[in-house]
């Protein structure tokens, strides 16, 4: 494993040397220590490699994320993960606003509560929390899913696409053209596998309610085709 102090070495220089990093690199476990809420930590990795931050994160920690692991062992701000592309991130603790916003791909589990907006604009990645997530989480999601084992806030949900949410907990209102749907057999199993990759095992599909697109709004009407 290769350790990177941050309160002994420049941002710059660790994620010039992540950056680096090819599929077939030998430096496969990084770890590093003294985060102190520094913003912008591990982004734009491109390899599949192992990365442990040992302490909060500021903003926008893990964007761009492709195919690498990264863990963070406390909490993240605004925009953790954001376009994220695929691989897998993790939060120890709670993520602020627009966690997982854009991404299109791969896996990210917060173990604590996100905050407003989680999942704004989701365009193929999965979004597992373990906790609360706030108010205009999955606007104007496209794709992918999002899974909330706690409670979601007001306008869950408005103007989505085609994505797929999960809440076990109550969700305190629906946003516009977001509606309860059916909870069928297909879908159960995706929950079933969702949870499973997420590492969680206190919890059944059977528990979650399904909610998605009533597809009424102005994109989804036929007659609106000749105006694209």
């Not at 309160?7 to 430096?27: C, I, K, M, V």
């Not at 492709?66 to 993790?90: D, I």
Request: charged share 20%.
């Amino acid at each position: 494993m290769r350790t990177y102090d941050l309160a002994q070495s420049p941002l710059r220089e660790l994620n010039e040397t992540l950056h680096r990093q090819t599929d077939g690199s030998n430096e496969a476990q990084w770890e590093i220590l003294n985060p102190r809420g520094g913003h912008a930590i591990a982004v734009g990795l491109d390899a599949p490699i192992n990365v442990d931050v040992r302490g909060s994160v500021g903003y926008y920690c893990a964007g761009m994320n492709k195919k690498a692991t990264v863990t963070v062992h406390g909490s993240a701000g605004p925009g953790v993960a954001e376009n994220m592309m695929s691989g897998r991130v993790v939060i120890k603790g709670d993520a602020s606003q627009y966690a997982g916003a854009t991404g299109r791909g791969g896996l990210l589990v917060i173990e604590g509560n996100a905050s407003s907006r989680c999942g704004i604009s989701m365009k193929g990645i999965d979004i597992v929390v373990k906790g609360n997530i706030g108010h205009m989480s999955a606007f104007m999601a496209q794709s992918g899913h999002l899974v909330v084992l706690g409670d979601a806030g007001d306008a869950l949900g408005d103007s989505i696409y085609e994505a797929k949410l999960f809440v076990r907990g109550k969700v305190k209102s629906l946003g516009a053209d977001c509606i309860e749907k059916e909870m069928r057999p297909e879908h159960q199993e995706a929950l079933t596998n969702l949870l499973k990759n997420a590492g969680i095992k206190d919890a059944k599909a059977s528990e979650f309610r399904r909610y998605g697109s009533a597809r009424k709004l102005y994109n989804f009407n036929i007659d609106n085709a000749d105006a694209y």
